[in-house]
Every structure is written in C-alpha cells, then in structure tokens.
C-alpha cells in the first residue's frame, strides 16, 4: 500500500524523531517503548487511521508498549531505522533492502494482500480519454511530462526503470521534456489534474484510491493504466537485529499469527487486516527479496553514466 501525500505535521514529526539521530543508543539497548513506522502512503490522519488499531493489538496481545511513527519518505524511513529511533517497521520492498544494508535491520515477516497473493505491480497511469498508449509515451520525442516516483520507491521508479526504460536501453530524461518525482497519491493527482501526461503508481495504491476519500475516488476515476510491470514482491515487516530476542520473538507470533483468532477477536483482527487490503502476514527471512536486489542491479545500470566512446582500457603496469 503505497502512495505518499503527507502532512505538514507528519514532516514535522519526522524532522524532531530524526533530530536526535545523531546520539543513537547503545547497540544493545532495547528501549522500554519500541517506535514501529509506516511509510505515509496518504496523508497522516489515514496512515494513523489504518494502523493504529494494530498498534493497539500489538500492546494489548504482547504487553510491549509501542509508538507508531508515519514517517513522510523512504529516507526518514531508512535513517529513523538506522539511528534506533525506530526499533520495527514496514517496508516495501526496495527501501527494505537498504534497511537490510545500511540499518542493521533484518525481514521477519511479508505481507499478503486481501487478493491472496504476495505480489504487486507497479503501472503507469495516462488521464482517461487522452489517446496515450505506451509505445505513444515511449517514442521519446520530448514532448510529454512525466511523473517518476521517489528515488526509493520500488514501484514508482525502480519497476519502471528495470522493466521499461532498461530494455529500451533509455532513460526518462531521454525521453520526456520534464521529469518530476513525486510520491504515488501527488503522482496520481497530477495525471487526474492534467498536470503531468503520464505517472507511475502501483496497483495496490489504485485499491486504495478506489475505496478511499470521495477526492480520492474522483481523481483515479479520470485516468487509466497504460503499463503493468510483472510480478513484484509485496512489502515486508523488519525490526532491527539488535533488538532483545525476547521483544523480536513477540513481535515476529504476533504479526504471523493476526487474523488467525477464532470467534470474535478473529472478527476484529480480520477487519483491521481487510483495511489495510492485507489478509494475513507470512514468516519471511531477507531472501524473500533477492529478486528487489537483482531488479536495483538493472535499474542502477539505467543510471550509470555511459563510457566515452573514446575510452581505452588502461594499460598494464
């Protein structure tokens, strides 16, 4: 679930969690309240609405005491990890990758949708009516504006950039006359709005925004999908390696068993899980995203700067 307009109040939050990074704990301290974040993939008040009640199951069913953080983009996401402000989180799948890298976190969990599956897709979205197709949007011409998702967005660039760009050996910036980044919900609206002739997205941030707000449903009702990547690993559930066995052991049976109760605690649990458009969560390990770490090796290919024409290998000394 993915798509990131976020609120003043959510930026202001992450500039004070992200204030004290530079005085991270002890490696070994497990604090007595965890911090568990969530990328905003809407505005905070709905992030907070989807997630809390979870929260609140976690507390109550494992006696920790937990905050939730909605951090406003991937980076807050990674550094909050990486300087132990944040102890647990959810991830998609390629800023759960450079959580595994750069801050000491590790998978326990994945997510499955309300569809049963553990995949998603990454689209690109044109306005409804306009005639755009995709081989129109990939003839190049520079005449077309074009929304890319955050650098750290696996459905928003990375996808596109492996999938479409890469086999035509291109660019964005090749072929459009302006490229803006945005997160999905902002990149939707300027599809709807006509500010941009063409976006990416995912296909689980157009479930949300079919069920969502009426704005919401309003806007992605005027536009349409010109472009499906294949299959891609859903998001993952990581905590930091350096958390009290004890405290990883509870948060790893909560998530796997959630939505698994019987009778009407089962009922509750389901409810919550069926608005976050996620069924239940499976036990993962990091190789559950070897194939986001082969996909990033193709995109940052898309990106490297090409070799002069006139380079020479370099003689041996």
């Keep these: 679930m993915i798509s990131r307009r976020f609120a003043p109040v959510a930026a202001l ?67 909050a990890m990486a300087a132990n402000q944040t102890q647990a989180a959810w991830f998609s799948a390629l800023p759960a990758v450079e959580a595994i890298q750069r801050a000491d976190a590790t998978v326990f969990a994945r ?98 925004y079919r069920s969502g707000t009426p704005e919401a449903q309003a806007a992605v009702a005027k536009t349409e999908v010109i472009w499906t990547s294949p299959d891609i690993p859903e998001s993952a559930m990581l905590y930091r390696k350096d958390l009290d066995p004890a405290v990883q052991a509870k948060l790893r049976d909560f998530f796997i068993g959630y939505g698994k109760a019987t009778g009407p605690e089962g009922d509750h649990q389901r409810q919550v899980m069926a608005t976050l458009k996620y069924s239940r969560f499976d036990a993962a390990d990091d190789s559950y995203l070897a194939p986001v770490i082969e996909l990033k090796k193709v995109a940052d290919a898309v990106n490297a700067p090409a070799a002069p024409a006139n380079a020479t290998a370099p003689k041996a000394p």
């Excluded at 006359?177 to 006509?194: C, D, E, F, I």
């Design 13 to 79: 939050a992450a500039l004070t969690l992200l204030a004290s990074c530079g005085k991270p704990q002890p490696a070994s301290t497990t604090p007595a309240e965890l911090k568990f974040s969530v990328l905003s993939a809407q505005d905070g008040a709905s992030m907070t609405g989807y997630w809390q009640p979870l929260i609140d199951d976690l507390q109550k069913q494992t006696g920790l005491k937990v905050k939730l953080f909605i951090a406003p983009n991937y980076t807050v996401l990674i550094q």
């Design 111 to 208: 997510t499955i949708l309300d569809t049963g599956v553990g995949t998603y897709n990454s689209v690109i979205l044109a306005k409804k009516g306009s005639g755009l197709t995709i081989d129109k949007l990939m003839k190049c011409d520079k005449t077309l504006n074009f929304g890319i998702g955050d650098p750290q967005s696996t459905t928003g660039t990375l996808a596109p950039l492996a999938f479409l760009f890469k086999p035509h050996n291109l660019t964005p910036q090749d072929c459009f006359k302006t490229v803006r980044s945005a997160q999905h919900q902002p990149n939707m609206l300027a599809v709807a709005n006509g500010l941009v002739d063409a976006a990416t997205n995912n296909s689980t941030g157009l479930a949300f």
